[in-house]
């Protein structure tokens, strides 16, 4: 198998702050994640593209970056199977699969990242999540030393979580993943700004409708480094939502099944006055408060204190604690951004 030591991860992290990891491993195969040395009494970090990590220190705990390749179709009488790598580009798959007329992934166009760490916080955009077409995944276990496939349902998905965050956390590998697309589509036009689109648009028009979406309110890392997203949208109950749209009647939000509700947290932070915000080289994103931004900094304390300054105006002016969907990694190992202390003035 594939491995480094001493290995700069400057280029793998869409912040591009500075970190080495003194051993990264590459497995591309059953017969590598076999051959990788038992961690489970040390500190480990799995990475997909680094486009949704901080690296928080100049060192970071082992790497494993799962290469698996591949994509396979089977054309089904009324829909198709298909079956990933996990160390498949995301907006590659997308790609490909509309270039074969496999549709259903459209609104996802775009997303950084890998198709390995998709499931992980069930990446969703534009009224359509992941979990909506993906049918198993296939998942190495350290423990026993073999692949278990877990069905939708065992992934237990939910907005930006899964079992693989909670239960399986750090037990395991996502080797590949399988969705299914029923042939009979129809445009998923739900979300603000897709619904100017006419419901006969094909799913061509859909993509490019998305990517120009997200090119005029996300800034491209390779232009200007960020993790999409820093937090996730809040979801609060009822009380707290009409305590709050009693006083901000223009504030949106999205009614989940479960009757609670889920508010943005872009629009928090913008009415905090935090839109364009910049302090130490980082700054909030001018044009998506929800994204956090890196001008200059090559060091990943300048954006956790940026967000904690983030975290704790929302907290004063709404009363709603604002957590990352961004992780963070120090030499120790993923931390909890609360238990993050940062020494900082302002
Ligand atoms: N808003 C503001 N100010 C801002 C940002 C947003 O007022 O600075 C308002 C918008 O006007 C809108 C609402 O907040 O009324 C929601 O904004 P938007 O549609 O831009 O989406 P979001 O909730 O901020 C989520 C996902 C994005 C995904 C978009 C589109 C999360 C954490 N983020 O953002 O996902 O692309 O919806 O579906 O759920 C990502 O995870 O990295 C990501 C980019």
């Known amino acids: ?118 499931p992980v916080q069930n990446i969703g955009a534009y009224g359509v999540e992941f979990s909506d077409f993906c049918t198993q995944v296939k998942w190495f276990e350290f423990s026993s030393q073999t692949i278990k496939v877990l069905t939708n349902d065992d ?41 100017e689109l006419e419901q006969s648009s094909t799913a061509e028009q859909v993509m490019k409708k998305v990517i120009s979406l997200r090119q005029k309110k996300l800034p491209d890392p390779n232009k200007l480094p960020n993790a999409g997203s820093f937090f996730k949208n809040p979801i609060v109950n009822e009380q707290t939502y009409t305590k709050l749209k009693t006083l901000h009647p223009n504030m949106p939000f999205y009614p989940q099944n479960n009757g609670q509700i889920k508010l943005a947290a872009g629009w928090l932070i913008e009415h905090c006055g935090l839109k364009g915000y910049s302090e130490n080289g980082v700054g909030v994103h001018e044009h998506q408060a929800l994204v956090l931004v890196n001008y200059e900094s090559d060091n990943g304390t300048d954006i956790v204190a940026l967000a904690k300054h983030v975290q704790q105006k929302v907290h004063k002016n709404f009363n709603i604690l604002i957590s990352p969907e961004v992780r963070m990694i120090t030499e120790q190992g993923e931390k909890n951004f609360a238990d993050l202390t940062v020494e900082h003035e302002r």
């Open 1 to 118: 198998m594939e491995s480094r030591h001493q290995f700069s991860l400057d280029k793998s992290n869409s912040f591009s702050v500075k970190s080495v990891c003194s051993t990264i491993y590459f497995p591309k195969s059953v017969a590598d994640l076999k051959q990788l040395p038992d961690l489970s009494s040390s500190h480990f970090y799995i990475l997909g593209e680094g486009s949704n990590t901080l690296f928080v220190e100049r060192k970071t705990p082992t790497i494993i970056k799962p290469n698996f390749r591949g994509i396979t179709v089977s054309d089904m009488a009324s829909y198709y199977v298909v079956r990933v790598g996990a160390g498949e580009n995301w907006h590659e798959l997308v790609c490909t699969c509309l270039a074969k007329n496999i549709r259903g992934l459209e609104n996802l166009a775009l997303i950084p990242g890998s198709v390995g760490a998709a």
């Open 155 to 195: 992934c237990r998905f939910s907005y930006r979580n899964s079992i693989f965050k909670q239960n399986l956390y750090n037990k395991g590998i996502i080797t590949e993943v399988e969705f299914s697309f029923p042939k009979a589509w129809r445009a998923n036009l739900s979300y603000a700004g897709l619904n």
